[in-house]
């Protein structure tokens, strides 16, 4: 069975920008987290999406959006990009997010300019 | 409000030595489960073992073994007789029920430690 799939691996943007991040499950999990992971904060939940309803979102700005497709594949965007958003991206996907092991991909690396 | 903390930032050993890693936690709830995850230089994260709150057996998979007491809120891995492949940072998360009795697909993470095997 594939593993959970991000793309790009790697993103530069300038600030100002913006950025979507994909995220694919794996084939049959309906759950898909979005994690941000830095130096200084650690590995943080931003938000998290069952069968293409967002079900809980962390303490992130607005600018953190998402959005999951009836096929479960998952997207991120982050609008008006600042240079503390320059972190590693990662997606995770379970079989019904709630207290199930969660698979991760291995991530986007957004450096932002 | 839920909390993991690992208290070790980095460990160094030599290989053959036997490391345990430590993590507390905080949380609210009668249900929940706790996880450790590794994270090798690659940077994906891997799940290593899954324990709900109900369940306080201390389970071993080959060379890795997890203490879980709730009398003390940790949840402790040991790696037996490490090897320079087990070099990598290592997570202990946190589930919790959200509102609505799930936890709806967060994962807390604690800092981590970042274990170096040396050969």
């Known amino acids: 069975k594939a593993g959970v799939t991000q793309t790009p691996r790697y993103l530069i943007k300038t600030r100002g920008q913006q950025v979507t991040l994909s995220c694919s499950p794996i084939?049959?999990?309906?759950?898909v987290s979005w994690y941000q992971q830095t130096p200084g904060q650690g590995l943080q939940f931003l938000f998290e999406?069952?069968?293409?309803?967002?079900?809980n979102k962390g303490n992130f700005p607005g600018r953190f959006s998402g959005r999951q497709f009836s096929n479960s594949r998952s997207e991120m965007n982050v609008s008006t990009l600042e240079l503390g958003d320059s972190a590693l991206y990662l997606c995770?996907?379970?079989?019904?997010?709630?207290?199930?092991?969660?698979?991760f991909g291995p991530g986007t690396r957004l450096t932002v300019l | 409000a839920q909390k993991v903390t690992q208290a070790q930032t980095e460990i160094s050993v030599v290989e053959k030595e036997d490391v345990t890693l430590d993590c507390v936690y905080e949380t609210r709830d009668t249900t929940y489960y706790l996880f450790w995850y590794k994270q090798p230089p690659s940077g994906e994260l891997v799940f290593l073992i899954r324990r709900n709150s109900f369940d306080e057996q201390n389970e071993i998979s080959g060379r890795y073994s997890w203490n879980f007491q709730k009398s003390t809120s940790s949840f402790n891995f040991t790696i037996t007789a490490s090897q320079v492949v087990d070099s990598a940072v290592y997570f202990c998360a946190l589930s919790e029920a959200e509102v609505g009795g799930t936890s709806y697909g967060k994962l807390t993470f604690g800092q981590g430690t970042i274990l170096t095997v040396h050969p």
């Open positions: 084939s049959g999990h309906r759950s």
């Open positions: 995770a996907s379970s079989f019904r997010g709630d207290y199930n092991e969660q698979f």
């Open positions: 999406y069952f069968s293409e309803t967002q079900r």
